[in-house]
């Protein structure tokens, strides 16, 4: 560092070579005349110096270090559970599954509203008694004809239908 | 040829490279070799230990997020100095928002008095005193003079770090001036007195 007459005798104002502002930054006797040269001069007096964070360079350096470790942690870690790829794999899954479950649905449904026509072909419920006795085993009787037999018609519902006639006959034969 | 030991530092860039090839170890040594400039440059706009600090911090931590960016054929002080003073500007101004000044009723105690000017000043002072009349301007305004005042950086360096026009760079330190000025009168009239007698 040069000497305070040195520093005295070549400073001017806006000076700003750095052996002179070395000595502005660091001669506390100085200060009043360099302010007193330039005005300027007052706020230069604070730089200079590189400065120390509290706690040293080192635990800062570890601070850094340390908060990026987390950061990149914790990206890889979002990264591993909410890749696109997986995203999409299970979005893709998710809508597959609905599409079949949709379509099995409709096919379904399809099917059921297409079984009322089947249905009106077979034949109507008849009763219990009606289903059990053994009529349609025996031979339709176009024609009888008997003096002692009583012919009773019973009334049919429809004008399509086979008329039921019962035969109450002592002499009929037994197979009719 | 003479074999030797002694082993050679790679530069900033060289550094970068390393870093990008995946190796983490070479960007804690640029952060060790970085720090004091940074944190200065960061404590001296703020003007808070504590604040610098973490600004410093917050500074590392973007530089590692976007140093694909980094351009080799550009000075990486240069780049750095930008990160800085983004991130510093973006704080004041945040901080700003939320208390206006909170140094401008600081009103230092004079420890003694010169005959003839009526003031002496000490070192230790100057710096509150700067932190109190430098809350008069803007981030921008603040953080050029600082560099061109404190880091000694020329107008034309400002200008790349900013990617601004040198004459931009010129208006702000001759506002950044005035206003002080004003302010220190204000504030400081004893300094300020001696600052009119001078011009």
Redesign the interface.
Known sequence: MISCNAFRANLRPGS?E?EL?EHLRHC?AC??HA??????F??????????????G??A??H???Q??HV?TTESRLAHRVLSWPRRLAVAATIAAGITGAAVVWQHEQHTFESLPPIAAATPKPVSHMAAAAPLTTKPVVETYDSKNATIVEVPSEGSNDVKVVMIFDDQLPADL | MIPTNQTIEPDDRQLVETIRAGDPGAFEVLVRRKTSKVYSLCYRIIGNAEDAKDISQLVFIKLWENLEKYDPQYAFDTWLYRMVTNVAIDFMRNKQSRDNAVNSNLRLVKTSFDAEQGVVIQRKEVESVFNAVSSCLSPKQKTIFVMNQMDDMPSSEIAKVLGCRESTVRNHLFNARKLMQLQLKKQFPEYSRLWKEQQ
């Open positions: 700003s750095p502002l506390d200060l009043d302010v007193g040269v330039d005005p300027d007052l706020f230069r007096s604070i730089g200079g110096e590189e400065l120390v964070p509290p706690g360079v080192e800062f350096t601070d850094v270090m908060q990026l950061r």
